[in-house]
């Protein structure tokens, strides 16, 4: 038995996949770009800033099979022009650095998709 678990071990690490490793993702992968969504949504919301901010760039995106997957995406934002509680207005980020106030966050999110859940695991930013 500990040889089968051995040879699948050795068979994944050779393979450059090892199962509850942390690994590099498309950021434009729809699961990914769901994730992020959830996670700008509970940053914004949490926020004390009376203005939405947004994603100006995704820096990484990475993955991590657990019960479920945990998305750790790091990304560039800015506050945009458009005011809290707005749901249904277009925003684009702010291009002046005084007024976009840019600055970078990642993100862990936690994904049951069977479950229909997300849960916001941690949120750095600075």
Same mark, same amino acid.
Not at 103 to 110: A, I, L, T
């Given at each position: 038995?500990? #040889?089968? +678990?051995?040879? &699948?071990?050795?068979? &994944?690490? /050779? @393979?450059? @996949?090892?199962? /509850?490793? *942390?690994?590099? !993702?498309?950021?434009?992968? =729809? %699961? +990914?770009? /769901? =994730? *992020?969504?959830? =996670?700008?949504?509970?940053?914004?919301?949490?926020?004390?800033?009376?203005?939405?901010?947004?994603?100006?760039?995704? !820096?990484?995106?990475?993955?991590?099979?657990?019960?479920?997957?945990?998305? !750790?995406?790091?990304?560039?934002? %800015? #506050?945009?022009?458009?005011?809290?509680? #707005?749901?249904?207005?277009?925003?684009?980020? *702010?291009?002046?650095?005084? *007024?976009?106030?840019?600055?970078?966050?990642? @993100?862990?999110?936690?994904? #049951?998709?069977?479950?229909?859940?997300?849960?916001?695991?941690?949120?750095?930013?600075?």
């Amino acid at each position: 038995m500990w #040889r089968c +678990v051995f040879l &699948a071990a050795l068979f &994944a690490v /050779g @393979f450059g @996949f090892m199962t /509850g490793g *942390l690994t590099d !993702i498309d950021s434009h992968d =729809a %699961a +990914v770009l /769901g =994730a *992020l969504k959830y =996670a700008v949504q509970t940053h914004n919301n949490r926020s004390n800033d009376m203005y939405v901010s947004q994603v100006t760039e995704v !820096i990484r995106a990475q993955s991590q099979v657990v019960t479920g997957v945990n998305y !750790i995406i790091t990304v560039k934002m %800015a #506050r945009t022009s458009c005011r809290k509680g #707005r749901d249904n207005e277009v925003c684009s980020a *702010l291009t002046d650095p005084q *007024l976009a106030q840019p600055y970078q966050c990642k @993100f862990s999110v936690w994904s #049951r998709p069977w479950l229909n859940e997300m849960t916001v695991l941690e949120e750095k930013c600075n």
